[in-house]
Nanobody
Framework: QLQLVESGGGLVQAGGSLRLSCATS????????MGWFRQAPGKEREFVAA????????TYADSVEARFTISRDNAKKSVYLQMNSLKPEDTAVYYC????????????????WGQGTQVTVSS
């Protein structure tokens, strides 16, 4: 088992920034690629960003490319999402997820999920 706990969400004005964190415990963190996903009210959960186990490769959804940055600190067993130039359409619950044998946008390939943290961007 790998436990994931997100933090750092909140209310921010459009154009502002937030940094989400996801702390993990349990199994070996470096066994897992990590991803961030989000779910807005009435919409399906969607991919935001992912990073491989070593932190050497990242991938992003087109909607957040150049605004968001995913990173990880393997010593701290944590993954982060720096969100800049936030827009009202970024409002959602943000989830981190861990994938043992997968790194990419497919939700079903991730093995463990956090409980989510709310991000609200006001216009």
């Amino acid at each position: 088992q790998l436990q994931l706990v997100e933090s750092g969400g909140g209310l921010v004005q459009a154009g502002g920034s937030l940094r989400l964190s996801c702390a993990t415990s349990g199994q070996t963190f470096t066994d897992y690629a990590m991803g961030w996903f989000r779910q807005a009210p009435g919409k399906e959960r969607e991919f935001v960003a992912a990073i491989n186990w070593r932190g050497s490769s990242t991938t992003y959804a087109d909607s957040v490319e150049a605004r968001f940055t995913i990173s990880r600190d393997n010593a701290k067993k944590s993954v982060y999402l720096q969100m800049n130039s936030l827009k009202p359409e970024d409002t959602a619950v943000y989830y981190c997820a861990a994938g043992f044998s997968y790194y990419g946008p497919r939700i079903g390939e991730y093995d463990y999920w956090g409980q989510g943290t709310q991000v609200t961007v006001s216009s």
